[in-house]
């Protein structure tokens, strides 16, 4: 099946400090690729939707200045949180498709991110 | 909107046994349907996914779910559990048009020896 990485796998941070996320298609080219966020022990929350070469869509409630996205290629989306505070330590996984809603998504193994 | 619904945050079943994880949708639109496994502090990986082709699907790992339109359900089943079962299991909705999956709150399985 097709694979999704991201990057780092974990990270620790201060607070005030940025963090960048990496999620990459290995074998195929994603034309969307999704950021979804859970905390402990509760499912994922879909944070925004990017297509590659345009803005993302962010949900409702998900601050755009903060969760900074770029889908600058069709292998490659970062996700930058900006100024991270404890309260958005989560564990963040990102999702790849390459296609319309019939399509699979591609889950990567999720980041895990502490801030202190 | 869409919405997924799974009854039973923790399901606990001998190894051998019948595995049943439910899942109610909403959908004001027919709706793709999919089952996802997750193990600890991994991503998520498919295990079955509905498209509007047959009702029944087959998934891996023995997995399989059934659409059910008039129940609104599309619950997952194994014949025999096995140790390696164990893990949490999401349910998810996705619509034409709008790609992102909904996701059910999840159900943890826990199989006994």
């Known amino acids: 099946g097709a694979v999704v990485s991201q990057h780092p796998s974990r990270v620790i941070c201060k607070s005030g400090t940025s963090v960048k996320i990496e999620c990459r298609s290995l074998d195929f080219q994603a034309t969307t690729m999704f950021w979804y966020r859970q905390f402990p022990k509760q499912s994922l929350m879909l944070m925004a939707t990017s297509n590659e070469g345009s803005k993302a869509t962010y949900e409702q409630g998900v601050e755009k200045d903060k969760f900074l996205i770029n889908h600058a290629s069709l292998t490659l989306s970062t996700l930058t949180v900006t100024s991270a505070h404890p309260e958005d330590s989560s564990f963040y996984i990102c999702?790849?498709?390459?296609?319309?809603?019939?399509?699979?998504?591609?889950f990567g193994p999720g980041t895990r991110l502490t801030v202190l | 909107a869409q919405s997924v619904t799974q009854l039973g945050s923790h399901v606990s079943v001998s190894e051998g046994a019948l595995v049943l994880l439910r899942c109610n949708y909403s959908?004001?639109?027919?709706?793709?349907l999919f089952w996802y496994v997750q193990y600890p502090n991994q991503g998520l990986q498919l295990l079955l996914k509905y498209t509007s082709a047959a009702t029944l699907v087959k998934g891996i790992n023995g997995f399989e779910a059934e659409f059910k339109k008039s129940e609104t359900s599309f619950h997952l089943t194994k014949p025999s559990a096995h140790m390696s079962d164990a893990a949490e299991y999401f349910c998810a909705v996705s619509i034409a048009g709008r790609r992102a999956l909904t996701f059910g709150s999840g159900t943890r399985l826990q199989v006994q020896p």
């Open positions: 999702s790849a498709s390459s296609g319309g809603a019939k399509d699979t998504q591609y």
């Open positions: 959908s004001s639109v027919p709706p793709y």
